[in-house]
């Protein structure tokens, strides 16, 4: 049985930070805008629990990719160090 890489890589990792970060940083900037070009009458339960819910679906695709993508990454690293010796 071969053994396989961890798909949560520091590189990994740290393009989760980012995504995260984007992903929070999008949020608060509409609030913000919203506060400023609606009012503070625009920023109801309603949108406070939507928009958030939105985003964490997006943010669970974005964190469902970023795995994938390090997973292949780290794979095709192990494939590429096979046979090499040092």
Do not use: C, H
Not at 2 to 13: L, M, N, T, V
Not at 34 to 60: K, N, S
């Amino acid at each position: 049985m071969a053994i396989r890489p961890k798909a949560w890589s520091k590189e990994s990792r740290s393009v989760l930070l980012k995504w995260t970060a984007g992903i929070v940083l999008f949020f608060l900037v509409g609030l913000v805008v919203d506060y400023i070009t609606e009012g503070p009458e625009r920023i109801t339960a309603a949108y406070l629990t939507a928009r958030p819910l939105t985003l964490a679906f997006f943010w669970l695709i974005g964190a469902m990719f970023i795995w994938r993508w390090g997973y292949i990454r780290a794979l095709r690293r192990q494939n590429d160090s096979n046979g090499v010796e040092k």
